[in-house]
């Protein structure tokens, strides 16, 4: 099971010109080897992108994705790396979402799709980070 990241499903379901083909193929090929799930973070932050009455989870279930609550361990994990990143003078630019995305994909997925590899090699370490290619 993978997880993927909302940057990668804004490129698709906006069709960004520079990512939704490469984020399209990335999600296609994970498919291909088992299910693809986001979690809380993900629905929340896609839904607050898209301008339609529909929901984030409609939309995903056209693609075969579906959503895996965050469990508890995971959302703890979050908070600890959360104070980590503010202890070694992160900015307040990474929100809390980011964090639960990550523990989310270390603790209940084994990898997670995403274009913010750095971040979440950083602070993840263990989890399969897999960036769609250009």
């Known amino acids: 099971m993978i997880a993927v990241d909302s940057s990668v499903l804004l490129d698709v379901l906006t069709n960004d010109p520079h990512f939704a083909l490469s984020s399209a193929a990335c999600l296609e090929q994970a498919m291909t080897l088992g299910e693809v799930v986001i979690c809380d973070a993900v629905v929340a932050e896609v839904q ?18 579906r959503y895996l609550p965050t469990s508890e361990t ?7 790396m959360q104070r980590r990143f503010r202890d070694r003078g992160g900015r307040r630019e990474r929100v809390v979402a980011d964090f639960l995305i990550g523990a989310h994909a ?19 370490k263990g989890l399969k980070v897999i960036v769609p290619s250009a």
């Open 48 to 65: 607050g992108m898209l301008d339609t009455r529909e929901t984030a989870m409609d939309a995903l279930a056209e693609f075969g994705i």
């Open 74 to 80: 995971a959302a703890v994990r979050a908070g600890h």
């Open 106 to 124: 270390l603790l209940q997925c084994q990898g997670l799709i995403t274009r913010d590899a750095g971040f979440f090699r950083d602070y993840f």
